[in-house]
């Protein structure tokens, strides 16, 4: 009976009845058929196989067929794999067809044991900065080319829907140091402070004394610049050091931020990271935490891992605040920031495009190819709810001195 259907839904493309073996002898098909609650085109070879009703709304390209057992070990990655060699390419709106690729394979299971290297990344401290070092290293002239002059790689805030990104930018920092009460005189922590950007505001605006620590040594730099160019030295100092040795050296502060930071510590250091950011802040302190966090506790894209954060994992909302408790944190306030980071992901991936030639001339195919597939997804992947962005508000122990809402 299922060949049968498979038969009538072919007959009624208008595919030769000849090419029915032969189309079928694609694993990749059979896996793509389940997608059918979109209509999009299948095409190998010379033939094309409709999946789903109505008007199709992209078209795969099979340059190379898939092997079965790589789809089986983790679809997600063979299909980022295939694209980025051009094994598979997309006709038509990618965002569209990774909305809904993505909406199917994030629900697959993935062999871990197969890909063990990919899940069993080391921890320490020598680990976690050469894990950094892979993405956000890749230099300074490089993110420059698409990012915004603020140089904020994290979710921008847009209070209307025509924001630039670089207002969004702006909005975003701002929203966070309005959260955070600050007062002058006030020390912050920006636990993985990137650029500086935030640190630079904050002083700036509110003149308070300012502290990050990054593992990027191209952050660190640009930072230093960023210090000298507005005259802060002496007012913000931003180390290349772990956040742990800044625990460790016995450092406290009134107020910690931390912005998309969290993502790179690992689940097994949840609880450290939290205990650490419990005894660096005074007590009374503010801590803003924002992070992309997972629906789930599983473990984070295997094709991400592999190409683009090694070692990352997302935490999920419920098991950051459960921890929080257990280092005397109070939440006091929680908000989703997803359809922002859907927008500010498609601000990055159409600036990319812009210079995708250029990219494309220094770095390579894969790599540009790659980049498509690591914005257009990640915006597809918000965008539908895969992941969403979380700011999370807390109080080291209890405050009774902020304001009674959080439009203070």
Known sequence: ??????????????????????????????????????CFIVKVGDNEYTIGEGNPEFKIIVNKDIPKKDVLVSAELALGEAYMRKDIEIEGDLFKALCVVLGHVNKDSINKKVLSSLFNVGLKKKDQKQQVSSHYDLGNDFYSLWLDKTMSYSCAYFKHEDDSLEDAQ?????????????????????????WGFLLIEAARKYGVKGYGCTLSEEQWKKGQERIKEFGLEGQVEIELIDYRDVAASGRTFDRIVSVGMLEHVGRPNFPLYMEDASTMLNDGGLFLLHYISDPSEKESSAWIR????????????????????????????????????????????????????QVEKARGTEFVRMWDLYLCGCAAGFYIGNMDLHQILMTKDVNNELPLTRWY
């Open 306 to 357: 592999k190409y683009i954060f090694p070692g990352g994992c997302l935490p999920s909302l419920r098991e950051i605040v459960s921890i929080a408790y257990d280092y005397d944190f109070n939440v006091i306030d929680v908000e989703s920031l997803r359809l922002h980071y859907y927008k500010t992901l498609m601000h990055w991936y159409n600036n990319f495009q812009g210079v995708r030639d």
């Open 170 to 194: 702006y909005q975003k920092v701002h929203h966070i140091l309005d959260k955070l009460y600050l007062k002058e005189g006030m020390t912050l922590l920006d636990i993985g402070c990137g």
């Open 1 to 38: 009976m299922i060949e049968r259907n498979r038969h009538m839904t072919l007959l009624g493309k208008e595919v030769k009845l000849s090419m029915f073996s032969k189309l079928f002898d694609s694993f990749l098909v059979h896996y793509l058929e389940r997608f059918n609650d979109h």
